[in-house]
């Protein structure tokens, strides 16, 4: 027996349980529900966005982590590119599930994306949810003081404050345990890293920099997006702006 198959032996849980997707219980919604009612703005449309040309190898050669950003707003188009490339929904499976532009643990994307908007043109600054189902924004809290709260949370980092949009990356837990009961909790770090990484490579493209945020007060952090930090719990942040 190899040293790896060995050491598997070892760890390997003596009981390992039924998933709530065997045991025949329903799986969790595709996205957060929010009320019919509610008034999405909607974004321009993922076909129509026309942004420059830009190859992978030059996108990833000169990506760097940026934290200064010019005052100068993000367009719709490029808030709806940005969006599209870490979060856009390509189609739904008969699952269903989504297929998206990112990759993920049983295609389950487990991830909501909050955002803090403080320029981009024609949006009220305020705090949003991307509704990636019809790729529009929903208005969560519209408050001046949502940016200085949302700041002092991820440690008066002052990317936060100064940034065109930050995006808040928030887990939905049981969408991903449905299937991968205790395993699940790793897959869904290791998907948040998809997203972030596609930030940084989509921004290239519209002279934007990224700043990734991990450094945070959670208990503060989620209380400010207006989650539970149990079911629902930011795991992953990155600012957003336009670069000198």
């Known amino acids: 027996m190899s040293i790896g198959r060995e050491f598997i032996q070892k760890t390997k849980p003596q009981h390992v349980p039924l998933s709530p997707q ?24 993922p076909a129509e ?15 760097v982590t940026v934290r200064q950003y010019l005052p100068a707003p993000l367009t719709q188009e490029e808030l709806a590119f940005l969006l599209w490339c870490t979060q856009g ?17 049983g295609a389950r994307h487990p991830f909501e994306t909050y955002l803090l908007i403080n320029r981009v043109e024609g949006v009220q600054p305020g705090l949003y949810r991307y509704a ?17 709260r949302l700041t002092e949370a991820c440690l008066k980092q002052n990317q936060v404050a100064t940034s065109a949009v930050t995006f808040f990356w928030v887990c939905v837990v049981e969408r991903m345990t449905w299937r991968y009961p205790e395993r699940g909790y790793r897959y869904l770090f290791l998907d948040a890293g998809h997203i972030c990484q596609n930030l940084y490579l989509a921004a290239e493209v519209i002279q934007c920099g990224v700043c990734a945020i991990a450094a945070f007060d959670d208990d503060a952090l989620n209380a400010a997006l207006g989650v539970d930090g149990v079911e629902l719990f930011a795991a992953y942040a990155g600012s957003v702006g336009k670069k000198g």
Do not use: C, F
Request: proline letters at 15%; charged letters at 20%.
């Open 49 to 63: 966005l026309h942004m420059p040309a830009l190859d992978v190898r030059t996108a990833i050669e000169q990506r």
């Open 22 to 45: 065997r045991q025949g219980l329903p799986q969790p919604p595709l996205e957060l529900p929010y009320p019919v009612e509610a008034e999405l703005l909607e974004l321009p449309a």
């Open 89 to 105: 929904v390509k189609s739904i499976s008969d699952r269903p599930a989504t297929l998206r532009t990112v990759p993920s643990a």
């Open 132 to 148: 990636a189902l019809k790729h529009a924004l929903l208005a969560l809290n519209l408050d001046p003081q949502i940016n200085p």
